[in-house]
């Protein structure tokens, strides 16, 4: 790849491996180590919305990970997540691990993985293992992670629904998810999009291994996911989309001076979007470039129609004198 190609915001855009294959990893994201980035993802199922009971959403391979130098040629570097043909293991597939996200830990050396863990036959769900996080270490960037298992948040009456994790500047870890509680007359038997929806934000303990008690609920971002969480000049950022499932719809932007304090809605950050859209995409992750001031904000055009048709949009994140943020279009660009 010699840019990050885009296209119009109708287009899909394959995005090829140095060997010529079509980069599968969705909502995940690329973090630094070692000297090269690493991009990771859910690698989805080469199967249509309605070509099975489970659709191309879900992974029968687990997931992957690719490296580069320059982050335009990149490397494949194999499964880092695998899934289990044993129907008693929790690994079991197809499953999801959606929006699966990597940090770092400085006292334990290891690599800690969390995703949005759905068990086979992997449709979203509110029973144990449907709805829930999932989590898994190595002590190498590009290893075999080891799964350690899945847990909920705060308590068991709040599903699990789109996540993040993020590490601020202090070393310390949150995850950032939406937390789905039922209705509180209808019950549990909603499902989609009734009940309560609002993101919380959950301190993790300083092995970022489990959960504390230390948390907040985001109560400006009431239905929303697809959290990406930025910072810059004592600003955190999150760009968040709308709760419409695969189709696009707007974003919202929120920040906060502290991670577990109240978040002030800010609006739409992006520029000239007549069709109020996102450009036609959804937030994945935010990364800062190596050695720069750049961080882009990866985003994802899914294709519901072939999910290996999915497409990625990766674009540099303006920040505002006022300590807001901006997304700007970009057919094409390079770093
Ligand atoms: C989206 C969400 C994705 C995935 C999808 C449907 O709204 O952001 O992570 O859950 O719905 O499965």
């Known amino acids: 790849m010699r840019s990050f190609c885009h296209g119009e915001i109708n287009e899909f855009i394959d995005w090829l491996d140095t060997d010529g294959n079509i980069i599968n990893a969705s909502d995940g994201g690329v973090i630094f180590a070692d000297g090269k980035y690493h991009w990771y993802g859910m690698a989805f199922r080469p199967l249509p919305m309605n070509g099975g009971p ?28 695998e899934v289990s043909t044993d129907p008693k293991s929790e690994l079991y597939a197809p499953l999801r691990f959606e929006r699966p996200k990597i940090i770092y830990n400085e006292k ?43 847990k909920r948040p705060i308590d068991n009456y709040g599903w699990v629904r789109d996540m993040t994790v993020y590490k601020d500047i202090n070393k310390v870890a949150y995850l950032i998810y939406d937390r ?99 450009f036609n995409t959804q937030g994945t992750n935010a990364f800062l470039v190596d050695g720069t001031d750049t961080h882009i904000i990866m985003l994802e055009r899914h294709n519901t129609s072939n999910f290996l048709k999915s497409s990625y949009i990766w674009l540099p994140i303006e920040f505002n004198e006022d300590n807001t943020v901006s997304l700007r279009y970009k057919k094409e660009w390079k770093i």
């Open 54 to 81: 489970c659709g191309g959403q879900m992974t029968d391979i687990g997931v992957v990970m690719y490296e580069s130098c320059d982050l335009l040629n990149w490397k494949y570097e194999g499964v880092i997540l």
């Open 180 to 278: 789905h509680t039922p209705d509180p007359i209808l019950g549990d038997k909603t499902g989609g999009l009734q009940g309560d929806r609002c993101l919380y934000v959950v301190k993790l303990s300083d092995d970022y291994l489990s959960f504390t008690n230390e948390y907040k609920r985001i109560s400006s971002a009431y239905y929303r996911e697809a959290p990406v969480v930025v910072y810059k000049d004592g600003y955190y950022h999150i760009v968040t989309s709308g709760l419409t499932g695969w189709a696009t719809n707007q974003a919202i932007a929120f920040r906060t001076k502290r991670l577990l304090d109240e978040w002030e809605k800010i609006g739409d950050p992006c520029v000239d979007d007549i069709t109020h859209t996102t």
């Open 108 to 150: 334990t050396k290891q690599y800690v993985l969390w995703c949005h863990y759905v068990k086979y036959p992997g449709n979203h769900g509110n029973g144990i293992g449907e709805c829930d996080m999932g989590l898994a270490v190595c002590d190498k960037i590009n290893g075999k992670y080891k799964w350690l298992g899945f």
